[in-house]
């Protein structure tokens, strides 16, 4: 059938091609059959709505008649939004990792019938350009090869399958890992962060959540000045710097410079959820205005902007509009000079606006300048200017969204809004995490407890690990938040589809289930990428449950959970943020018992208290009394003292004397 067949499709990205000459199929049995019966191979293009190189390669070569003929003629073209298979991403970038090529979006991958990949790239030029062939060079190339020496393509098929499986294959150890190995690692990783401008290595530069918490979490163990320094220089450049939106709040995906300048527009739910997580925690530790203000307006862009009309949360703002990179963003001297008038001297001054700009002509608003807050009446008049710019650029034609939703990523921003919500006293926040569960509950879960990965349009995707992961992470946070047993109860039901569905009897747990659409290979993995890796979420979950439950079988759970990945550690460290978090907190949670009313003033006061210190393995319960807790907790059996709200803090079997005044239980916390 010689026509695009995307316009039946509900993912935007896939709507974004509907109208190439390219001969689109969406992924699928019937692209795989129709490789097979043509003779010609497949020609796998995977991107995302919000990505700019994405959009760049579809202007110059998916909508060049020429091109696209060649495209037809040549191969079987199959179009793949990465969020919504991440499955199929998963494969094709781990393949093309083997082949010694560099990851990233889009992604452009050449397979047999069969779905085997054989040679792949990434973004390709119309003409040979910056050392790179020409697409057309390239598709008559492999075309010719594929053709013509079928021996050497299946070597590659088979060398990159063998590859593949070896990938899945998870390098366990025995033995517990020691609270020094994690201080090594945070000390190398310290090193490694830019000590002029934060953040690790050189440009293009990520934000790295994950690796950022590794070492706030190695400060607050060891005492390492350098672990902290190194976060709090980061997270200062990227607040203040161009990556962030001063007017509108959120952080882009990543900066193309090492000074955290320039970044690719596009705006992700997972990585500010991600960063509004770790915000709060190192705002709890140095009640900084400026990380306070970062929160607020973030999660201020995220509930007006991201929410999907029944309480989800999309997905992602695009990089462009009106195809332009940026355009929506940046601003030229003369229009910050006409919206704010007698006000504009002050703004330019501290937001580096000037005629020449300091991108391609305009201005990236940033306050790498002048990063210190300056007076009250000063920053009130600031605010005032960003409301003005504000609205003007409401005004302008508007970045596309992707609206769909996607369980794990709105399980992070649930988590992160759980979590803000209590250190902020901000109800409004808790509401917004719960409607946005209820959706996911909801909308997203077929046969009891199966989670679907993503929704739009009526259409779904089957869930995969960091579904479950992400989600069970969510429930938990909330579960703290609300005292609610109805989270743990969902998450529990979760851990057995897990234990059912995607389970390796070799350890760990597969990304895919055992009875949805068989790929080339099932992978398994317990690096982070983009995003966390499901391995590593899980065990933050079941170390959590343990200690809320105290279950032999949750201990279990965390213990093979650790010891399934642990010779990953000697491999390379540097992608297993997530996991080395997670055995932190497996290591020495600190269990918080009050005992007392939830609603009680009393109760409110030492939760209160508990929300001014930074404590990344915190646990914490409220019980009527001690005998609530369960058999083994090392409060239980504890009592309050009179009628008053008492709370007892537990590392490991010793327990603090009981605690009724805040300011005593906020010392006691201060010196863990």
Not at 242 to 265: C, K, M, N, V
Not at 444 to 471: E, F, Q
Not at 629 to 644: F, I, M
Request: net charge negative.
């Amino acid at each position: 059938m010689a026509s695009n067949q995307l316009a039946a499709e509900t993912s935007p990205y896939l709507l974004q091609h509907k109208d190439n000459p390219v001969h689109w199929r969406a992924w699928g049995a019937a692209a795989l059959a129709e490789s097979q019966s043509s003779g010609k191979p497949i020609l796998l293009s995977v991107g995302y709505a919000a990505c700019h190189w994405c959009h760049v390669m579809a202007s110059e070569s998916f909508g060049n008649p020429g091109i696209a003929a060649l495209m037809n003629e040549l191969y079987i073209p199959v179009k793949v939004d990465r969020e919504e298979r991440p499955d199929i991403d998963a494969i094709y970038q781990q393949a093309l990792a083997l082949m010694g090529e560099q990851g990233g979006w889009p992604l452009t991958m050449f397979l047999t019938p069969k779905g085997e990949p054989f040679w792949g790239g990434t973004y390709f030029p119309p003409t040979q350009r910056w050392g790179r062939p020409g697409f057309p060079e390239v598709l008559r190339g492999v075309a010719a090869h594929y053709q013509r020496e079928p021996d050497k393509i299946a070597g590659n098929v088979a060398a990159l399958a063998k590859g593949l499986a070896q990938q899945s294959q998870a390098k366990a150890a025995e033995g517990e890992i020691a609270p020094e190995l994690l201080d090594q690692i945070a000390e190398r990783l310290a090193k490694s962060v830019d000590p002029i401008h934060g953040g690790f290595g050189q440009a293009p530069k990520f934000p790295n959540p994950s690796n950022l918490e590794l070492l706030w979490r190695g400060w607050k163990r060891s005492g390492l000045d350098l672990c902290r320094d190194r976060v709090l220089l980061t997270l200062d450049a990227m607040c203040q710097g161009g990556i962030y939106d001063h007017i509108g709040g959120g952080f882009a995906r990543y900066s193309t410079d090492e000074q955290w300048l320039a970044p690719h527009f596009e705006k992700m739910l997972y990585d500010n959820a991600q960063l509004v997580s770790l915000l709060v925690l190192v705002w709890q530790e140095t009640r900084s205005p400026l990380y306070a203000a970062r929160i607020d307006e973030t999660i201020g862009w995220v509930l007006r902007e991201m929410r999907a009309p029944d309480g989800g949360f999309s997905s992602t703002i695009d990089a462009d509009a009106e195809h332009e990179e940026g355009k929506f963003t940046v601003w030229s001297e003369a229009e910050v000079d006409q919206v704010l008038g007698a006000d504009a001297a002050l703004f330019k001054a501290h937001y580096d606006v000037t005629a020449a700009g300091n991108w391609e002509g305009k201005t990236i608003l940033n306050r790498r300048g002048r990063p210190e807050l300056a007076h009250p009446e000063i920053e009130a008049t600031l605010a005032r200017c960003r409301a003005a710019l504000f609205d003007v650029r409401e005004q302008r034609v508007r970045p596309g969204l992707d609206d769909k939703v996607l369980a794990d990523w709105n399980g992070m921003m649930i988590a992160a809004l759980a979590e803000a919500s209590q250190a902020f006293g901000r109800p409004d926040w808790l509401a917004a995490a719960l409607e946005a569960w209820k959706f996911v509950t909801g909308r997203m879960t077929a046969d009891g407890d199966r989670l679907h990965h993503s929704w739009r349009g009526g259409r779904y995707h089957p869930g995969t690990l960091d579904d479950y992961a992400d989600m069970a992470r969510a429930g938990l946070a909330l579960h703290e938040a609300t005292g609610e047993t109805a989270f743990l109860d969902q998450v529990d039901r979760w851990i057995a589809v897990l234990e059912r569905h995607f389970r390796d009897p070799a350890g760990g747990y597969f990304f895919t289930a055992d009875d949805t659409e068989a790929l080339i290979t099932r992978t398994k993995s317990v690096g982070d990428n983009a995003v966390p890796a499901g391995n590593g979420s899980l065990v933050h979950v079941f170390a959590r449950l343990w200690a809320l439950t105290g279950r032999a079988g949750d201990r279990a759970a965390l213990e093979t959970q650790i010891g399934a990945f642990a010779g990953e550690i000697e491999r390379n460290f540097y992608p297993l943020g997530t996991y080395l978090n997670g055995i932190d907190f497996a290591l020495r949670p600190i269990q918080i018992t009050i005992l007392g009313s939830r609603d009680g003033a009393d109760t409110r006061a030492l939760l209160d208290a508990l929300n001014t210190v930074s404590l990344p393995n915190r646990v914490t319960q409220i019980v009527g009394a001690a005998d609530g807790l369960p058999s083994g907790h090392p409060a239980r059996g504890k009592t309050a003292l009179g009628n008053v709200a008492t709370a007892y803090v537990c590392i490991g079997t010793t327990c603090s004397l009981p605690l009724v005044d805040a300011g005593a239980l906020r010392q006691a916390l201060a010196r863990i």
